[in-house]
């Protein structure tokens, strides 16, 4: 009964977001209020309805209905509570109800929050997110149902995968989706500007929370991702250009380019078709991401041929989305214009480098992840892209992009000069590369590449005190407290990501640098000594999960005869799928972590173990994490707010003068 | 500098830098391609000599052997119709198992292939696709084998007889 109401609420939140994704825009193109207030109401039923359907697919996952064929698929009955409830999108068709509540979550937000703006524009944008949703609602009833039945009901399930039977994988798709899903706000934005042809900077003032909020779920969905990676695949590794990474590495790269390019436009009114082409590629990458990890094309191509019907429907979704757009933008970029003029010398030409940059990065990982999956279609061979291809051009593209990081917001708008600029800069430059050439001396080796990760992060940090500082000089103000709060949360937030863009430099230096890696037989009382550190094993014992039995191993670190840490590695079998899964023990520290991982036992009480430390490896979540915070501390500055309220006002104080006269 | 001038200065730079990005990114892709082998194939010596490649298959049953260091690895990856040996150094991924698929990359050293990654999927149905591929192409060859086989002997028996 329940998963029928469920289906039933997806259709009728089907219908409303044809209502949602039709009759808006023709009012908008029309000029029909009614039509056009139909938007809101519209979106908010939707998101009810939505809502309920994903609540009823939770129900029958909290309850063990296995006569639910999804169900059946990704959950079982010893499966604990969390992870039943993160089994609704353990797979395919869960995955696409999530994406469809956040989808319909944004909508919601959208329509609440947008008071303060003019009743077309809003009418456009929901409009737009309906069709979205329509693909991806009719995508979901037509050929991925969630609530398809399995009569008769299986006994007892096949479980969730024990790779995703974790903290990090419950929050992780959540996060990630939230980031995927939110440019498409953008992208609605984009496309409601190129209908209307009004792009400017009130246009750039809106769009930009949204686009900046969406940034920062990626970034955190990303980090979370891989954060997951390294401590439950039990290698280590923290990034491995996988397909399923670069999937959401790709839109993140767009994203970024974005928000930089949103900033130029909403202060000089710049980059406005440039702006609009990256809302556009942000989110066709969005969608090419969801469809790559969750279609099975990775791990098959041949998964569309054993079922055509997903793949066309995608191909199709895919090329109306990106086909449509883009030749909207054909037709209607000139109405938006190119905006305003700058001199190559300027602020406007370093975030443009920077766009490049970042656009053609995105563009060399499309290239290694679509190229073996074309060459596989088409039947001409197997082959994959080795990560030394990713990782010399990320090498080579982003260093002059972090470069430029710090030279870009000490730049003048529309004109620049380079001799000044180096006079401001200098001190910056001198500083950080006397550190960079001395700080590897006391890890005690020095290589090339870990001075010049090391310069380009303390380069980052070190002119972006300068910028601060010289922005401090400028303000008014008697003392330096009230100077610092004189500067906008949104300046604040620029500076914190590109000091966490630094941290997470440092990080990726000196893991790639400095790591440390040994597979030894240790049998028990053996020890292993590696980076300063001494790894005994001193025994093995067994221990029983929920769902689990597992064979734990207990070692002693210790470094220079004094104790650092007691680990627990486990080797663990699950009951159902009786697949065995390493799950690594990890000690964290500030500047490293140890981790030791179990193999397979050889011989009587000894087994292969892997011993790693990791110098400064947290710094690359920590990173990304100080990026999210810039983003939301950007996000809440007082402008967006301040504009809204200004807005309400005039309304309020029309709509006084209306019912007075 | 005119201001027309520094424009098309900008734009010339802004098109060389591009074409060097594009460069140097082709360049690298065509370095980092790492192709697929299936044993048959480097049986009849198809695979580069000095290049890293994959190798698919089965893990040959019983054919798996650690070394008295206890880190060092051999075992047999077949198709059914052909088989390499291979060598690898330091812990296996949980699902490599016996009679199961699995990829490896690395290089022949000597007709060993001598691996630097050993990939096998975290699912126990889950035949990695290249592997999979590779057992479906031998045993078309197979049959063909079989079938030529097959002929062989009764012309040769006549011929002999």
């Known amino acids: 009964m329940i998963p029928e109401l469920g289906q039933f609420a997806l259709a009728l939140a089907l219908i409303l977001a044809l209502t949602q994704g039709t009759l808006p825009l023709v009012g908008a193109a029309r000029g029909m ?48 509570l969390q992870y039943r409830i993160a089994g609704v999108w353990g797979g395919h068709e869960g995955s696409l109800l999530l994406w469809v509540l956040m989808l319909s979550l944004w909508t919601m937000a959208v329509s609440v929050f947008s008071s303060h703006l003019p009743d077309d524009i809003i009418a456009r944008v929901l409009g737009v997110l309906g069709l979205i949703s329509v693909g991806f609602l009719s995508f979901m009833l037509f050929t991925s149902n969630p609530f398809d039945r399995l009569l008769p009901a299986a006994m007892d399930g096949r479980d969730l995968n024990p790779l995703l039977q974790d903290p990090g994988m419950v929050l992780h798709p959540p996060m990630l989706y939230m980031g995927y899903v939110g440019f498409s706000v953008a992208f609605a934005f984009a496309i409601s500007a190129l209908l209307s042809g009004r792009l400017d900077a009130t246009w750039a003032r809106w769009s930009r929370p949204w686009t900046t909020t969406a940034w920062m779920f990626l970034t955190l969905g990303i980090a979370l ?67 790559l990890v969750r279609s099975g094309v990775i791990t098959s191509v041949h998964a569309f041929a054993t079922d055509p019907k997903r793949g066309i429907f995608i191909l199709a979704f895919l090329v109306i989305v990106i086909g449509g757009s883009l030749a909207l933008f054909a037709w209607r970029a000139h109405r938006v214009g190119l905006g305003g003029h700058f001199e190559v010398v300027s602020r406007e030409t370093f975030l443009l480098t920077n766009n490049v940059l970042l656009v053609v990065a995105a563009g060399a990982v499309l ?15 197997k082959l994959s892209v080795g990560p030394p291809y990713f990782e010399i051009v990320f090498v080579v593209l982003m260093a002059p992009a972090l470069f430029l990081m710090g030279v870009g917001p000490l730049a003048r708008w529309k004109q620049a000069s380079l001799p000044e600029l180096a006079v401001r800069l200098k001190w910056a430059f001198v500083v950080s590369v006397v550190t960079a050439l001395l700080l590897p001396l006391t890890m005690g080796q020095w290589t090339p590449l ?36 004189a500067q906008s949360r ?98 964290t520290g500030f500047t490293r972590d140890l981790y030791v991982s179990l193999g397979e036992p050889v011989g009587d009480n000894a087994w292969v173990v892997r011993v790693q430390v990791k110098p400064f490896v947290d710094w690359i979540w920590g990173g990304c994490v100080l990026m999210a915070l810039g983003g939301l501390l950007a996000v809440l500055d007082r402008r967006y707010r301040v504009a809204a309220r200004a807005r309400t006002r005039e309304d309020a104080l029309a709509a006084g003068a209306a019912a007075a006269s | 500098m005119k201001p027309r001038h520094r424009r098309i200065t900008l734009i010339v730079a802004g098109v060389a830098g591009l074409a060097v990005a594009a460069a140097l990114v082709l360049s690298a892709f065509q370095q980092n391609l790492v192709f697929f082998f299936t044993p048959s194939q480097v049986a009849s010596n198809e695979a580069p000599q000095g290049r890293a490649f994959r190798v698919g298959g089965m893990v040959e049953v019983g054919s798996v052997k650690r070394q008295a260091d206890g880190v060092t690895v051999h075992f047999t990856v077949t198709d059914t119709a ?80």
């Open chain 1, 33 to 80: 209020p009614s039509w056009m207030n139909l938007a809101r109401p519209a979106a908010q039923g939707q998101f009810v309805f939505v809502a309920i359907a994903f609540g009823c697919l939770t129900y029958s996952f909290i309850n063990n209905d296995f006569s639910v064929l999804y169900v059946a698929s990704n959950s079982n009955s010893a499966l604990p």
């Open chain 1, 225 to 291: 991702g891989s954060w997951w990676a390294y401590y439950e695949l039990g290698w280590g590794g923290w990034w491995f250009w996988d397909p399923v990474e670069n999937a959401s590495f790709m839109p993140w790269l767009m994203g970024t380019a974005l928000i930089h390019s949103l900033a130029v436009t909403e202060k000089r009114g710049a980059f406005k078709s440039w702006t609009v082409l990256l809302a556009i590629f942000a989110f066709a990458l969005s969608l090419l991401g969801t469809f």
């Open chain 1, 367 to 381: 290239l290694g992840t679509l190229y073996p999956l074309f060459l596989d279609a088409l039947g001409l061979g």
């Open chain 1, 450 to 485: 870990a001075s010049f990760g090391l310069l380009l992060a303390l380069w980052i940090v070190a002119s972006s005190v300068t910028t601060l500082w010289s922005r401090l000089k400028q303000t008014p103000g008697a003392s330096l407290s009230k100077k610092l709060r």
């Open chain 1, 490 to 587: 949104s300046y604040y937030g620029m500076l914190l990501a590109h000091v966490g863009v630094a941290v997470f430099v440092v990080g990726v230096t000196m893991v790639k640098s400095y790591e440390a890696e040994k597979d030894v037989r240790l049998a028990i009382g053996d020890t292993v000594e590696l980076g300063g550190y001494a790894f005994r094993f001193d025994g093995l014992n067994e221990v029983k999960g929920p769902n689990y039995t597992a064979v734990r191993g207990t070692l002693t670190v210790t470094r220079g005869g004094a104790g650092v840490a007691t680990m627990y590695p486990e080797k663990r079998i699950y009951n159902v799928q009786k697949n065995a899964m390493t799950e690594a023990a990890i000690n």
């Open chain 2, 82 to 161: 052909k088989s390499i040996s291979v060598a690898y150094k330091g812990v296996l991924p949980d699902l490599f198992r016996e009679g199961k698929g699995v990829v490896t990359q690395g290089r022949l050293e000597n007709g060993l292939f001598v691996a630097s990654e050993v990939l096998a999927k975290h699912d126990e149905n889950y035949m990695p696709p290249e592997a999979a591929d590779a057992m479906k192409k031998a045993q078309k060859t197979n049959q063909k084998a079989v079938s030529t086989i097959v002929n062989v002997p009764s012309k040769s028996g006549v011929t002999t007889q």
